[in-house]
């Protein structure tokens, strides 16, 4: 049984194709359908019902992929400390973020890594929170980047920062035209709001209520851009994180609302699977997160919008680079919720 057996049978599993499995190991979906089936007679089971379309893993099969993840995981990462003794850092990292977090970080991060760390390979995706953490709990990447980060019995969540909230609206609405609003000035408003379900929605709503606040809701969307686009359709007001809307508030397509009462914040973390060592790759790709990307201030604003809140996570890694991240007790890690499934349920697409 050879190793890269197992990883053509990951990628497989993991790209949900042969075609693109084949593409990532550079042969063709023949050779990948074959290696496929070299494990199947060596293990004399079915590890993929092909009569399916998309085809589906069989029990013996999902078992056989979680162990197969943690083997080529290990291997991988004792191959990147072995060849990286008195060495720069050549491994590869993987990584998944939600598109709002993504978009806003991901373009700094990847000049800062092509600075430190030119010969690493990082690999990322975007997709919706339940995704993430489904493929940090599945090793199919080393850790995800989310809002409202929670930790599990399998999940360990690390704070990132802190996000300003910002009332936006757009160039031509009737509060653009009030040096300040108030809270009372939002009572007559129109708002453009998060799904109910999703953990930002849940804050808002709190907040509003907390200030007296009743607003009409003219749609409720579950990803930031379509909510950017409603408040224009709707001549609409909405809540929305800095970052997300930088661009349109430089443009001019979008005004920040003079707001000096609003105390609004969306929380970021990383989020790691619990007692997995990470490679030297996969740390120094945290590390860099962890110490100081943001995205580039706003025009006439001096440093980042946004408040770093786990930084201590560095010397920990430094200091003991084989210790699991998720042991670290210098590392803020976040409590397990009292209800994991409510946690669950109120992870969010929007944010």
């Known amino acids: 049984m050879h190793l ?8 497989v599993v993991g790209r949900h194709s042969f075609s693109k499995a084949a593409a990532d190991n550079d042969m063709t979906q023949s050779g990948a359908s074959q290696a496929v089936q070299q494990l199947e007679e060596h293990l004399q089971v079915q590890l993929i019902d092909r009569s399916k379309r998309p085809f589906l893993l069989t029990a013996e099969g999902s078992a056989f992929h979680a162990g197969c993840v943690q083997i080529l995981r290990q291997f991988e990462t004792l191959t990147e400390e072995v ?46 929170p339940d995704e993430i953490y489904r493929l940090v709990e ?15 019995k399998t999940i360990a969540a690390t704070e990132w920062r802190e996000e300003t909230m910002w009332l936006v609206a757009p160039q031509e609405h009737p509060l653009a035209a009030k040096a300040e609003i108030q809270p009372a000035d939002l009572a007559s408003e129109t708002l453009v709001a998060f799904a109910p379900n999703l953990r930002i929605r849940h804050e808002i709503d709190r907040y509003l209520r907390q200030l007296g606040i009743t607003m009409q809701v003219a749609a409720e969307l579950d990803n930031i851009d379509s909510v950017k686009h409603a408040m224009e359709v709707h001549s609409a007001v909405s809540f929305l994180p800095e970052p997300t809307v930088r661009e349109e508030i430089r443009a001019g397509t979008v005004l ?13 973390g990383l989020i790691q699977r619990k007692n997995c060592m990470l490679g030297r790759t996969a740390r120094g790709v945290m590390e860099l997160i962890l110490a100081n990307v943001h995205p580039p201030p706003a025009e006439g604003q001096e440093g980042s919008p946004t408040r770093p809140v786990a930084k201590d996570a560095v010397a920990a890694q430094n200091a003991n680079p084989h210790m699991p991240a998720s042991t670290s007790h210098a590392r803020r890690v976040l409590a397990t919720p009292a209800s994991e499934r409510h946690a669950r349920q109120t992870r969010h697409s929007a944010s």
């Open 4 to 11: 890269r057996n197992l990883k053509v049978f990951c990628d």
């Open 256 to 268: 920040a609302l003079n707001c000096p009462w609003l105390q609004l914040s969306r929380p970021l």
């Open 138 to 152: 599945q090793g199919m990447v080393d850790f995800g980047l989310v809002s409202y980060p929670q930790s599990s």
């Open 83 to 128: 060849r990286a003794i008195g060495n720069e850092m050549t491994g590869r990292a993987s990584m998944a973020a939600i598109y709002s977090v993504g978009l806003s970080y991901l373009p700094e991060l990847q000049r800062a890594i092509k600075t430190r760390h030119p010969k690493a390979e990082v690999r990322y995706q975007f997709a919706h």
